[in-house]
C-alpha cells in the first residue's frame, strides 16, 4: 500500500510564502506523475501542479510564476514551493501519485491533505 504524508502547511499571512512536501512510502520514479491538488470550501478539487517523472511540469494558470513543483529522488518527496500567498490560495491541498498499470488503467494514489490558510 503506498502511502503519501503532506506536511507544511498552516497559516500565513498574505504575500508570504510556504513550502509543502509529500513524502513517499516507495519510491517516486514508479510513479509516472506526481503533483498537488486543493479544495477549496464549496468548491471542487482542482490540480495546481504537476510533474512528470521525466520532470516535466505544468501548473494552474491562478498559480504561475508564484508556485513552483519539485521533486528529490534520493528522498522520494515532492514540493509545492508556495510564494506571493493570496487569501484565495485558502484551501486543504492533497499530494496525488499517478500509476500507469496499462493503456486504459492509470492508478491514483492520495495523501491526506494539509491545511493552508492565508489571511491576515
Known amino acids: 500500500q503506498v502511502q503519501l504524508v503532506e506536511s507544511g502547511g498552516g497559516l500565513v499571512q498574505p504575500g508570504g510564502s510556504l513550502r509543502l512536501s509529500c513524502a513517499a512510502s516507495r519510491s517516486i520514479f514508479s510513479f509516472n506523475t506526481m503533483g498537488w491538488y486543493r479544495q477549496a470550501p464549496g468548491k471542487e478539487r482542482e490540480l495546481v501542479a504537476g510533474?512528470?517523472?521525466?520532470?516535466?511540469?505544468n501548473y494552474a494558470d491562478s498559480v504561475k510564476g508564484r508556485f513552483t513543483i519539485s521533486r528529490d529522488n534520493a528522498k522520494n518527496t515532492v514540493y509545492l514551493q508556495m510564494n506571493s500567498l493570496k487569501p484565495e490560495d485558502t484551501a486543504v491541498y492533497y499530494c496525488?501519485?499517478?500509476?500507469?498499470?496499462?493503456?486504459?488503467?492509470?492508478?491514483?494514489?492520495w495523501g491526506q491533505g494539509t491545511q493552508v490558510t492565508v489571511s491576515s
Open positions: 510533474i512528470t517523472s521525466g520532470d516535466s511540469t
Open positions: 496525488n501519485a499517478k500509476s500507469r498499470v496499462n493503456v486504459e488503467i492509470w492508478v491514483d494514489y
